[in-house]
């Protein structure tokens, strides 16, 4: 079974609707992160947490909300999705402690606002 | 200036040839490197890691970082078919207490 997993993996949906992306892992890691790739832009930030009561904003946060509800579970939130919001989302977690910068990331969920 | 650079490709090299991968960056607090390879509608995972300078091998990949050129190299020797995939640089200055800086990927195709 994958450690990363994410829910949907492809998601169609229309302007203004509210939508959640899930993301579960079973590494135990402590962090997690939030990433949208697109095309010639490669990966960007969205949010992050280190923990299950740290949530961080990276640095294309607007539009978007997370919550981290365990140690396993951090989700995605677009309150009203926009068409420049479609791009392929990933998320990614690591383990906590000096040396550990290496992330390991879901299969990602290709997202189509219309 | 952006913080990494990386040429986005696509690089195109026969079937056993010498890949040479590359990017450069800007800040000279990064002090821990990594390559991840992507394959097409997939997610990253992760191919090497490095601290500081030096070289790292393992197998037919070798990592090579030199902070004074602030440059960063992976070699793929005898690359195959299987090889193409893009590949993306990273990097982060505090070792585990810090957000890491990805490259935008290099694409590259090894034809049979």
């Known amino acids: 079974d994958a450690d990363v997993t994410q829910t949907p993996r492809n998601r169609i949906t229309k302007t203004g609707k509210r939508i959640m992306l899930e993301c579960s892992q079973t590494?135990?890691?402590?962090?997690m992160y939030w990433y949208r790739q697109d095309p010639g832009l490669g990966l960007r930030l969205i949010y992050y947490s280190f923990d299950v009561k740290d949530i961080n904003k990276g640095e294309i946060s607007d539009g978007y909300s997370v919550s981290r509800q365990a140690q396993a579970k951090f989700s995605l939130s677009l309150e009203s999705a926009i068409p420049n919001q479609t791009a392929l989302y990933f998320c990614?977690?690591?383990?906590w402690g000096a040396g550990t910068d290496t992330q390991y990331f879901g299969p990602g969920t290709r997202l189509t606002v219309l | 200036q952006k913080e990494v650079e990386q040429d986005p490709g696509p690089l195109s090299v026969p079937e056993g040839a010498i890949v040479s991968l590359n990017c450069t960056y800007s800040?000279?607090?990064?002090?821990?490197f990594m390559w991840y390879r992507q394959y097409s509608r997939k997610g990253p995972e992760l191919l090497m890691y490095t601290y500081s300078s030096g070289n790292k091998e393992d197998g037919r990949f070798t990592a090579q970082v030199d902070k004074s050129s602030k440059y960063i190299s992976l070699f793929i020797r005898d690359s195959q078919p299987s090889d193409s995939a893009t590949y993306l640089c990273?990097?982060?200055?505090?070792?585990?207490?810090?957000?890491?800086?990805f490259g935008k990927g290099t694409m590259l195709l090894v034809s049979p």
């Open positions: 590494k135990g890691h402590d962090r």
């Open positions: 800040n000279s607090a990064f002090q821990y």
């Open positions: 990614a977690t690591s383990p």
């Open positions: 990273a990097m982060s200055a505090e070792g585990g207490y810090s957000t890491l800086t």
